[in-house]
């Protein structure tokens, strides 16, 4: 049978983000970016395989067999409690997060054609710094504040849960404050330094992210890292959370500080659209959007948007003249504010990312020149 365990192994050592177990398909990595069979690359002579697993000795590859619904049923009973079984089995889906001495895996379980399928996320043991993931200078300004609404954006695979977790390392190491993370599933496990950390984990410590954030106030939190805000219900109480004097740090499954405004704006009933205008144009400190770019010389780097709220933004905002932040951003770099071409630019002027990977990024490849 196949063993998660070395399976997880072999993608840590091959510096892969995903792991992909799929019936009829061989396991599938994900590395720097690309899907690759896990049969196609190197393994380490320091991989002792306890598995009935042939070798190609002459290429020095493993021969994984293809994957069989019973493969992935035995790893469900090795990984998951009775309780997320049954979950699972129920719900047709779920999320999981996994520690072991490999490393910390987020999976996801789900059905396809009537068969087992599983996704993990391999997510490093160390928390990364704001320096190691190449943060803008101004994000610790921003996390020194002591109220407010930092929105971390960009589609699914784009490091928003890395970005969040420098973050509170940052903030763990300087500052003494109560951080509470409300999380589906936890990622990265941060020690406390100078700052308390409880961290909440959807299913296993609360019922939904809603009533986690409803009660969290008598837990007098100083800041709160939302997950992901999904919801009306989520983001109104974020809202209100960051109005009463927290720093809330949170993610969106959005691509630009434009689109993250008006998604936020357009999810609340038109009655509740100006109150809420009114309330971003005060507490909203900053939009963070990022998306991952193939690195020259292999892995990724992350291309930012970086949109701070000033008086130009908050009358904007107020006025729904939403789509003209862009303008504002493109004119203010000066202040910290980077637009998206102007950082993909930075990238390619600093040998970051190839010039056809960063012309394909452009609305205007001539920008580049």
Do not use: W
Request: hydrophobic share 40%.
């Amino acid at each position: 049978m196949l063993s998660i365990r070395e399976l997880f192994k072999i993608a840590v050592e091959r510096n892969a983000s995903d792991l992909h177990l799929v019936v009829g398909l061989t396991p599938i990595l994900r590395i720097s970016g690309q899907l690759v069979d896990i049969n196609k690359g190197p393994i380490r002579k320091t991989t002792t395989s306890s598995l009935d697993i042939q070798t190609d000795e002459a290429s020095n590859t493993l021969l994984f067999p293809v994957v069989k619904n019973k493969d992935i049923e035995d790893i469900i009973k090795d990984v998951l409690t009775k309780g997320q079984q049954e979950k699972f089995y129920e719900n047709k889906d779920l999320d999981f997060s996994l520690s072991l001495e490999e490393g910390r895996f987020r999976g996801n379980l789900s059905f396809e054609k009537g068969n087992l399928k599983l996704v993990a996320r391999i997510i490093n043991f160390k928390c990364p710094s704001l320096e190691e993931i190449n943060m803008p200078e101004i994000t610790k300004e921003l996390l020194n504040s002591n109220q407010g609404l930092i929105l971390v954006t960009g589609p699914t695979g784009s490091g928003k849960s890395t970005t969040l977790a420098a973050m509170i390392n940052y903030i763990n190491k300087t500052r003494a404050a109560n951080i509470v993370t409300l999380e589906d599933p936890i990622e990265f496990i941060f020690k406390p330094e100078k700052s308390i950390i409880t961290q909440r984990q959807l299913g296993t410590d609360m019922v939904s992210f809603p009533s986690g954030l409803k009660h969290i106030l008598r837990q007098d939190p100083d800041i709160i890292m939302v997950g992901e805000m999904r919801d009306l219900e989520t983001i109104s109480t974020a809202i209100t959370l960051a109005e009463t004097g927290h720093l809330i740090l949170a993610t969106l499954h959005t691509y630009s500080a434009v689109q993250t405004i008006d998604r936020i704006i357009d999810i609340f009933p038109p009655y509740q659209q100006s109150q809420v205008k009114s309330q971003l144009s005060l507490i909203l400190k900053a939009v963070i959007s990022q998306k991952l770019l193939p690195k020259l010389g292999g892995g990724r780097v992350a291309a930012r948007e970086v949109m701070i709220r000033n008086d130009a933004v908050s009358n904007l905002i107020r006025e729904h003249k939403i789509a003209q932040i862009k303008n504002v951003i493109e004119t203010n770099y000066q202040n910290g504010m980077v637009s998206f071409p102007r950082a993909i630019k930075d990238l390619y002027s600093q040998d970051l990312i190839t010039e056809e990977v960063a012309q394909a990024q452009m609305e205007d490849p001539g920008v580049l020149v």
